[in-house]
């Protein structure tokens, strides 16, 4: 008999070193060698008699009288064998342990009858009951990774000015306003890369103003529910009566203009911007 079963990464034994002991035993059997590596395993006829071993050992510990015969306790190794290759010696001895213990959702009682119906109900009420800590488990793994998987700051620098660049390199080929900009914006000012004078500062923000309102008034007039135009309107009054822009939306849009400024800049002077940015990555 030969059965194939996908295996699954190791334990990482970190992630549940905090775990209860039952619940850690759970995942750790899970991870346990499983009964379908023993059919062409040099240990085989091992592994058997221990699993042989492990029928007996309940069918003493749950009360079975008279005990299976060896001829019958061979009979339900095959069985276990045949239908849940899936599962680790560990695995099996935890199901009748927990059902035992009152744990899993089947009456645990055998009635005399230590059979394959008995030991299926077992182990097919652990299979359900075991779940929910090997998803625990992964959950916790897939959230390690995910958190491996973050650059680090120097990391997300390089992508920021990757991202930076090509967006310049977008812009030389088609020069158009970036409603994300000021995150470019942001980072260039604050290395001391863009720097406006006071008088274009004066006319940008002039600019964002009234693009601010023009777009608000946009909304505005597609807007059906009344509390929302009652909003918007609210906002345009804000921005026309407030001219110092510390409103978020005119804030970025002076940001978004401030970078189309200053890549005009560059490509007027030509320039380069990578050497730019990186002089001032380099204190020069």
Sequence with gaps: MNKL?????????????????ENKKIVQAYFDRKIAT?????????????????IVK?????????????????????YIAEHFYRFSLMEIDNAFSLATAGKLDIEADHYQSFSVIYISKIINAYKRYNGKYIIDYRNEIAALERKAAEPN???????????ILEGFDNFKEEPK??????????????????DIDKETKAIILEQARKMAVEDIREKKLKEK?????????NQIEDILNDASGKQDKVIR??????????????LENNLSLEEEITKKMNNE
Excluded at 5 to 21: A, C, E, H, N, Y
Excluded at 153 to 163: A, G, S
């Design 5 to 21: 079963v996908t295996q699954s990464k190791g334990l990482q034994p970190q992630i549940i070193q905090d775990w209860t002991p």
């Design 225 to 233: 529910q009344k509390h929302l135009k009652t909003e918007f309107a």
């Design 153 to 163: 700051e120097e990391e997300k620098i390089k992508m920021l000015v990757e991202n």
């Design 58 to 78: 309940w069918a003493v510990l749950t009360g079975v009288k008279p005990l299976p015969t060896d001829d019958e306790i061979r009979m339900l190794v095959e």
């Design 253 to 266: 849009i002076c940001k978004n203009l401030g970078l189309l400024h200053y890549y005009e800049f560059i």
């Design 38 to 54: 023993f059919f062409d395993a040099e240990d085989k006829n091992e592994q058997f008699q221990n699993l042989h071993k492990l």
């Design 177 to 194: 306003y970036n409603h994300f900009g000021y995150i470019a914006y942001d980072f260039l000012s604050k290395l001391g890369v863009i």
